[in-house]
C-alpha cells in the first residue's frame, strides 16, 4: 500500500495529526481540499478548503491510497482492493493489525458508493 502521488486538481481531505503536525489555525479539522499547487521536495502545497487558501504540510492532505495487485499498482477504489478490504474488516480476519482496520474502515467510508456495487 501507499499515497497517491498528489497533483494539482486533486482532491482530498486535510486532517492534523496531532503533536507539531497541525493544520493552520482557523482551518477546520478534517477539511475537504482541492490541491493548487504541489511539488517533488515540496513540503508544504497550496489547497483550497472551506472557502479560503491554505498552505498546508503535504502529509497532513489524504488523496487516497494504492495497492500492489497482479504487478501493478491500482487505486483504492478498485472493486478487488474494496472487496478484500471489506472481508478482511467484517470478517476480522486474523494476521491485520489494528492501525490497518481503521485505515481500511476510512478507505471503505470514502468509496462507498463503489462498494455498494459489490455487495
Wanted: net charge positive.
Amino acid at each position: 500500500m501507499r499515497a497517491v502521488e498528489k497533483k494539482p486538481g486533486m482532491l482530498g481531505t486535510a486532517e492534523s495529526a496531532g503533536g507539531w503536525h497541525n493544520l493552520p489555525e482557523g482551518m477546520p479539522n478534517p477539511c475537504p481540499v482541492k490541491i493548487l499547487e504541489c511539488g517533488p521536495g515540496i513540503q508544504e502545497i497550496l489547497v483550497e478548503g472551506a472557502g479560503r487558501l491554505w498552505m498546508v504540510p503535504h502529509w497532513l492532505v489524504d488523496c487516497g491510497f494504492e495497492f500492489f495487485v497482479a504487478g501493478k499498482w491500482v487505486h483504492e477504489s478498485d472493486p478487488r482492493i474494496l472487496k478484500r478490504l471489506s472481508q478482511a474488516v467484517n470478517t476480522r480476519t486474523p494476521g491485520f493489525s489494528t492501525d490497518f482496520r481503521k485505515m481500511a474502515e476510512k478507505i471503505l467510508t470514502r468509496n462507498r458508493a463503489a462498494l455498494r456495487g459489490l455487495v
